[in-house]
């Protein structure tokens, strides 16, 4: 059964950084491209970050330089890292395989990351 546990989000300055973890259980990295979306307040849920099998990354122009997505094979954890905060990076941040993201059942409870100015 695919678990998947956010956590790192937290209140942090504008400029400031913090790095999100995914713990997952039950995902074959190598047959999925793992994501991290966000969903700010009035706002839709957007694909912000993600890694494929192979190791290729993709980020929303709005991220890019700033944030970097990773995996741990070992630890079975994706990881945001993310720097240089911005206020409209406030949002909760969610972890979750693309297959998966079209399922309405399929998200955990997310992280909430508040940057201030």
């Known amino acids: 059964q695919v678990q998947l546990v956010e956590s790192g989000g937290g209140l942090v300055q504008a400029g400031g950084s913090l790095r999100l973890s995914c713990a997952t259980s039950?995902?074959?990295?190598?047959?999925?491209?793992m994501g991290w979306y966000r969903q700010a307040p009035g706002a839709q849920r957007e694909l912000v970050a993600s890694?494929?099998?192979?190791?290729?990354?993709n980020y929303v122009d709005s991220v890019k330089g700033r944030f970097t997505i990773s995996i741990d094979n070992a630890k079975k954890t994706v990881y945001l890292q993310m720097n240089s905060l911005k206020p409209e990076d406030t949002a909760v941040y969610y972890c979750?395989?693309?297959?998966?993201?079209?399922?309405?059942?399929?998200w955990g409870q997310g992280t909430q990351v508040t940057v201030s100015s």
């Open positions: 039950g995902i074959i990295f190598s047959s999925n491209v």
């Open positions: 890694i494929t099998g192979g190791g290729v990354r």
């Open positions: 979750n395989t693309v297959q998966r993201s079209f399922r309405y059942d399929s």
